[in-house]
């Protein structure tokens, strides 16, 4: 039985964003029909791996979702505070590296997979006391 998923969704295995992650599948409507990769840092791993075979395990993960679900879509998520990028002295220095990676990622896919569309997002955190915000904002 053939079955079809519309996108593959890469993002941190970080535990404090896949409640949220989850909740913003829904609003982008590929919740339920998505592949799920996560691993830590994100886009890192496809632009700045820290070993080679790091992405060709992302390359080789992406393939299968296209091969075994068909999917269209890549959806790219990397985050604020992401413990893969360690610390940065300033938000806008954290930001500007994670939307350059972002990017780069999307390019790499793309010379991969010119049949799949990138769509990349940034997800923001606003911790305080227990209580966390997380707004995702899309990167072009
Ligand atoms: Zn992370």
Do not use: W
Not at 105 to 126: G, R, T
């Amino acid at each position: 039985m053939s079955h079809h998923a519309k996108a593959l969704v890469l993002s941190c295995m970080d535990y404090r964003f896949q409640e949220a992650i989850a909740d913003f599948c829904r609003e982008l409507r590929i919740a339920g029909s998505c592949d799920y990769l996560a691993v830590a840092g994100s886009a890192l791993n496809i632009t700045r791996p820290n070993q080679e075979q790091d992405r060709a395990f992302i390359t080789g993960q992406i393939e299968k979702s296209l091969r075994l679900h068909a999917i269209t879509q890549v959806v790219i998520i990397n985050h604020q505070n992401c413990g893969a990028y360690g610390e940065f002295d300033l938000e806008s220095t954290e930001k500007v590296q994670h939307y350059a990676d972002l990017k780069k990622a999307a390019k790499i896919i793309q010379d991969h997979f010119p049949e799949l569309k990138v769509k990349l997002y940034f997800a923001n955190l606003k911790e305080k006391g227990s209580k966390r915000e997380i707004e995702f904002e899309e990167v072009k």
